[in-house]
């Protein structure tokens, strides 16, 4: 089960403001402003840093041609009163409106949260099942699937979320059972971890051949606490943990994510906000290793916003993606933007 951390300024490491005046400080041409994307990972929320409708539609008309996107759990809007179980069923029902306005067209063509991935504690084992039907009801054209992060390491001084959560949970036999329920309804499973815990999700994927499996973030690849300064030495375990994670066929990967603090690429902290070329260098090595093990037809591109709007704006970040994919067919670019987001989640366009 989720336990909150409850420390303000752990919250504020991981829920932050963005500096608009910073990321400004970087602008581009749009590179190939015709290619349709799918943005299949983004989050919405109002606790302190704001981050709701009008936020996600000023950026993904920022330039790019995105079609539609993808909501991502991350605890906003749970009900605040009844059976505590059933709380996150908030969130869906929240999404759902947002997602409403998108396709009323009033606001333009862009299908805002087509598909929806929220939270039910799979740590329920079968009792989760009533949860998961409950989520489905909320929204049945647009719930899609069920995000439960695992992020633990030795290290405790590497936080990525406000919540602690226990060592091997996608072993535990409970949390199992829950994930067994998933199929029933149709629902994928998505996952934040971190890199030396890839061969626990392997294992997941190997018991649950038939259920749809998205890695976050590229696996989570550390960079800071006691993983800082040692690149060569994380690339090539995080390397062969993706290697073997690509062989499960029911898995796909995000490519994105790899702005966020705990890569240790510390772009936040230059005077200036990165250009495309700079995240494209940085990342290359990272999104050759994820397409060559699992394909174009299982990996997307992501923005993984507004976290990522921390380290750079969605017109800088959705031009190092199209930098990245130029050596591909276009039959291959058109899984990594659009083809690959629109099969995992049943999207509609």
């Known amino acids: 089960m989720n336990v909150k951390i409850g420390e303000t300024e752990t919250e504020k490491t991981i829920l932050f403001d963005t500096n608009d005046a910073w990321l400004n400080t970087t602008r581009e041409e749009i590179i190939d402003p015709a290619m349709p994307i799918i943005d299949p990972h983004h989050h919405l929320w109002d606790r302190g840093a704001r981050y709701l409708f009008h936020d996600v539609l000023a950026d993904i ?14 605890d906003s809007m749970y009900r605040a009163g009844g059976d505590p179980e059933f709380a996150p069923i908030g969130e869906t029902e929240f999404v759902n409106g947002i997602a409403a306005m998108g396709a009323s067209g009033t606001y333009g063509d862009q299908l805002i949260c087509a598909g929806i991935v929220g939270f039910a504690n799979l740590t329920l084992g079968a ?27 030795t290290d405790k001084s590497i936080k990525s979320t406000p919540f602690d959560y226990p060592k091997s949970l996608l072993l535990d036999k409970t949390f199992r059972e829950g994930f067994a329920c998933l199929n029933r309804f149709g629902l994928s499973y998505e996952t934040l ?52 994670l690509g ?26 906000a990165p250009s495309s070329d700079t995240l494209a260098k940085a990342w290359k090595p990272y999104v050759e ?23 750079y704006s969605y017109p800088v970040l959705w031009n190092a993606f199209k930098k990245l994919a130029k050596s591909y ?21």
Request: glycine share 8%; with cysteine.
């Open 61 to 74: 008309t920022s330039g790019h041609n995105v079609k539609a996107t993808v909501y991502l759990q991350c």
């Open 329 to 349: 067919s276009a039959d291959e670019k058109a899984d990594l933007f659009y083809n690959t987001a629109r099969r995992v989640y049943r999207l509609p366009v």
């Open 193 to 244: 971890i971190y890199h030396p815990q890839i061969t626990e999700l392997v294992d997941l994927a190997r018991a649950f051949p038939d259920t749809p499996i998205v890695l976050n973030h590229i696996g989570g690849r550390l960079g800071i606490g006691v993983y800082a300064g040692k690149e060569a030495e994380v690339f090539k375990v995080w390397k062969r943990n993706i290697e073997e």
């Open 247 to 272: 062989k499960c066929p029911n898995v796909s990967v995000k490519l994105g994510g790899m702005g966020m603090h705990i890569s240790g690429f510390d772009f936040e902290k230059q005077p200036k």
């Open 127 to 153: 009792r989760v099942a009533s949860v998961l039907e409950a989520h489905v009801h909320a929204s049945p054209e647009r719930f899609k699937g069920v995000r439960y992060c695992a992020v633990w390491d």
């Open 289 to 311: 290793t994820c397409v060559e093990a699992f394909g174009t037809k299982r990996a997307m591109f992501e923005s993984n916003f507004p976290v990522d709007k921390r380290y």
